[in-house]
């Protein structure tokens, strides 16, 4: 279900409307009761996101029996959702575009970080409850999104998903080389309010004189939304409750990105 309403989010956040899924599931012995569970679950999940998010499955695949003797992999449903722009003129980039730019945090941060990136890269835990999913809320930020799109409000849109907030500023940093200074108050852990996966949430960023409408826009529409920081500087600056909690340069992030795959595969 989160992994249909990422995808679907993700094209919204272009600008596009989602039309249409495919999927390849990917499981272990069905034979095993808890793995047959795991596969049921699934597709259950896809279906109702499915229906909800208006783009159903035109095909795909499954794949069973993916283990080495009793050892399954995790259950891995893999989808993609193609979208549909009217005008492609209205696309809308991933990336910060400019210095000066309001950053505006669409969503609600619950502090979820069971089964997520941080948990287990930084903790060594593949476990934990994962993040909840509001279908209701998830239509309602890709409509936000795609209206956005529309009437030109914004310059970027980034998702919040894997690694949560701070990884998706670090990505949105990554195509100019432009960072951002960013501002929160939260009841939250400060770990938890850079590394939560919580669904439903978006990066926008829009130039000062568009910040009343977008906010009037996607308020309308029910979406939670919160002026954050600014775009601007060669860093990645955060502060939550008062207190820097991560200042790193943009380069870091930009060389991180463009050679872990080759550090992945060569580690000498």
Aim: aromatic share 6%; charged share 20%.
């Amino acid at each position: 279900m989160i992994a249909l309403a990422e995808c679907a989010r993700n094209v919204a956040c272009t600008g596009a409307k989602p039309i249409g899924a495919t999927d390849c599931l990917n499981f272990g012995s069905p034979m095993n009761p808890e793995i047959m569970w795991q596969f049921s679950q699934a597709v259950d999940g896809i279906s109702a996101a499915c229906v909800a998010l208006e783009a159903p499955i035109t095909g795909g695949n499954v794949s069973l029996y993916n283990q080495t003797g009793d050892a399954a992999i995790f259950p891995t449903p893999m989808i993609g959702v193609v979208g549909l722009f009217e005008n492609v003129e209205n696309a809308v980039p991933s990336f910060f575009q400019d210095a000066g730019h309001i950053l505006l945090l669409l969503g609600d941060d619950l502090g979820e970080i069971g089964g997520s990136e941080y948990l287990k890269t930084i903790h060594g835990h593949d476990a934990g409850l994962p993040p909840k999913l509001d279908l209701k809320k998830e239509k309602a930020l890709i409509d936000a999104l795609r209206e956005l799109a529309d009437k030109r409000l914004v310059k970027s849109a980034h998702d919040i998903s894997e690694g949560g907030l701070a990884i998706a500023l670090a990505e949105c940093s990554l195509d100019k080389n432009l960072g951002c200074a960013v501002d929160i108050k939260t009841a939250l852990r400060p770990d938890f309010a850079l590394f939560s996966e919580s669904q439903s949430r978006v990066i926008l960023s829009v130039s000062p004189e568009n910040r009343d409408a977008v906010t009037a826009l996607v308020k309308k529409q029910g979406v939670p939304c919160e002026a954050i920081g600014v775009t601007g500087g060669g860093s990645i600056a955060v502060v939550i409750n008062g207190k820097l909690t991560l200042d790193a340069a943009v380069e870091k992030f930009v060389t991180l990105h463009e050679t872990s795959f080759e550090k992945t595969l060569f580690p000498g």
